[in-house]
């Protein structure tokens, strides 16, 4: 199945927009439900290996851990390692591309919940997850920049 994705261009460089991303402890500030984050495991570069989350985005509440694979500033994909008791599955990625506007940001994502859902309905949630994600990480690393 194919994943929902969306772009937005953010006024700074990749590595300032992934400092951002790697930054799980900030999510509640940012994040649109993510109520709490906890690192559990963090790789050879410093960044999180696996996140556990809890969420709390209307109607969807529930805590599952997401395990990361990092490529430089270039990109970040996750999957659910440990999922909750709505969400089943997750798997997404961000994808960085540096250009003479600012940075090109797109955000792919799929979700798999224990409701039964249509198609549809499930894309336009995952739509919605992704522009809010999209338009909170912009303002909070173009205020950091500022």
């Known amino acids: 199945m194919a994943r929902t994705s969306s772009d937005i261009v ?18 509640p500030e940012w994040a649109t439900g993510v109520r709490s984050t906890r690192v559990e ?6 960044r999180a290996d696996r996140v556990h989350f809890a ?9 599952y851990t997401l395990g990361y694979t990092w490529d430089g500033d270039r990109s970040v994909s996750w999957e659910i390692v440990e999922p909750g008791s709505m969400l089943t599955s ?6 960085l591309e540096p250009g003479a506007a600012g940075t090109k940001v797109t955000y792919q994502l799929r979700v798999d919940v224990s ?4 198609g549809m309905l499930k894309r336009k949630a995952e739509k919605v997850v992704i522009d809010s994600a999209l338009k909170g990480l912009k303002q909070q690393v173009e205020a950091a920049g500022a």
């Open 10 to 27: 953010i006024d700074a460089p990749a590595d300032a927009i992934m400092a951002v991303i790697a930054d799980f402890d900030a999510y």
């Open 41 to 46: 495991a963090t790789g050879d570069g410093g």
């Open 55 to 63: 969420l709390d985005a209307s109607p969807i509440r529930d805590e």
């Open 90 to 95: 997750m798997d997404g990625c961000y994808l």
């Open 115 to 118: 409701i039964p859902l249509l």
